[in-house]
T-cell receptor, first 112, second 113 residues
Framework: QQQVKQSPQSLIVQKGGISIINCAYE??????FPWYQQFPGKGPALLIA?????SEKKEGRFTISFNKSAKQFSLHIMDSQPGDSATYFC???????????FGEGTQLTVNP | GAGVSQTPSNKVTEKGKYVELRCDPI?????LYWYRQSLGQGPEFLIY????????DSGLPNDRFFAVRPEGSVSTLKIQRTERGDSAVYLC???????????FGSGTRLTVV
């Protein structure tokens, strides 16, 4: 059962542009929503995370927008750079739970 | 070390053989997780340890998979009678608090031929 659906599967943007990746979840018990960045040959690295008591969280060029009623959240990367080229995963978990449920990933390419 | 260390980084084994994958978590992290990542997919949960005990092993696909963490630090994922479908990257992560704030290792790429 795919509890977290992510789109698009791949994304190409120009340097300086805005990259937007979307996720939707099914389980209303989820209350922690992180985004991970993964480079080839490396494990995922936590980028930014949000709890459902806020609708937006910003850290540098990265912003999460969260819509609890729609059960959707998105990652916005402002002023995208070639170094941002990587695979991005959204995920969700219950605070008191033991596991993260990941989306299928978005391969982002930022052209110089 | 400063990060989660996994060894070996690559493992090629023949179908039917037994393999062990090792994870050294960040010092002081009591929570340890194993995930499996197939090509082009997100990581899938396998098992979670809190201290020495397996708090949740519901992600293990079958009884050929087993994991231990005898002293609450290093963990070993064991796979018996390996099958070609077991080929994937096996990721280990640790955290101070269960459920979030994970730090992942670089993984072990297992190839069953």
């Amino acid at each position: 059962q795919q509890q977290v659906k992510q789109s698009p599967q791949s994304l190409i943007v120009q340097k300086g542009g805005i990259s937007i990746i979307n996720c939707a979840y099914e389980n209303t018990a989820f209350d922690y929503f992180p985004w991970y960045q993964q480079f080839p040959g490396k494990g995922p690295a936590l980028l930014i995370a949000i709890r459902p008591d806020v609708s937006e969280k910003k850290e540098g060029r990265f912003t999460i927008s969260f819509n609890k009623s729609a059960k959707q959240f998105s990652l916005h990367i402002m002023d995208s750079q070639p170094g941002d080229s990587a695979t991005y995963f959204c995920a969700a978990s219950k605070t008191s739970g033991s596991r993260l449920t990941f989306g299928e990933g978005t391969q982002l390419t930022v052209n110089p | 070390g400063a990060g989660v260390s996994q060894t070996p980084s690559n493992k090629v084994t023949e179908k039917g053989k037994y393999v062990e994958l090792r994870c050294d978590p960040i010092s002081g992290h009591t929570a340890l997780y194993w995930y499996r990542q197939s090509l082009g997919q997100g990581p899938e949960f396998l098992i979670y340890f809190q201290g020495t005990g397996a708090a949740d092993d519901s992600g293990l696909p079958n009884d050929r998979f087993f994991a231990v963490r005898p002293e609450g630090s290093v963990s070993t994922l064991k796979i018996q009678r390996t099958e070609r479908g077991d080929s994937a990257v096996y990721l280990c992560a640790s955290s101070l608090n269960p459920g979030y704030g994970y730090t992942f290792g670089s993984g072990t790429r297992l190839t069953v031929v």
